[in-house]
């Protein structure tokens, strides 16, 4: 089935042009199996990233969201406060899945934030801002994504 997909890469320094985006194109290219409609780098404003995670669900019908950076002890790391702000119900699954599974690779994953969660029938995941966290994290959730993404926009159970 093909999903659509809406790619946020959430940096100030990417924004600006001072930091060359990586784990954006990253996700881009761990979707080649899905429809990537949009790809967007913006400033670590919450919200400027709750607007632009609404457009992307509500106007652009997005099934699936990937955010990457932002989700740090840094100030201006809010995206999981941003996500928590327009989903309706919290996934909390996902997100202790990457960390549990690469914390093996990175003592630091447990230092993460990111949520997972649903707007409507749009599914929205946080990920790490670096290409490697993307490239990790990914691996693990991909595998339940087409049936998570099933049940979500098609109303089929998992009897």
Not at 60 to 88: S, Y
């Amino acid at each position: 089935m093909s999903w659509k997909i809406g790619i946020i890469t959430v940096s100030d320094r990417g924004t600006t042009g001072e930091r060359i985006d990586l784990s954006g194109p990253a996700l881009v290219e761990l979707c080649n199996q899905w429809e990537v409609i949009a790809y967007e780098i913006i400033p670590d404003d919450q919200k400027t990233i709750e607007e632009t995670l609404v457009q992307l669900a509500d106007e652009k019908k997005c099934d699936l969201i990937f955010t990457t950076g932002g989700t740090g002890f840094a100030p201006r790391d809010v995206t999981p406060e941003a996500t928590k702000a327009v989903i309706h119900k919290e996934v909390p699954g996902i997100p202790e899945a990457m960390r549990s599974a690469t914390l093996t690779n990175t003592k630091f994953a447990i230092l993460s934030r990111a949520i997972a969660g649903i707007r409507n029938q749009t599914l929205i995941i946080n990920f790490p801002g670096s290409p490697k966290g993307v490239k990790e994290c990914f691996a693990v959730i991909v595998d339940v994504l087409p049936h998570a993404l099933q049940v979500l926009t098609k109303n089929v159970s998992h009897d």
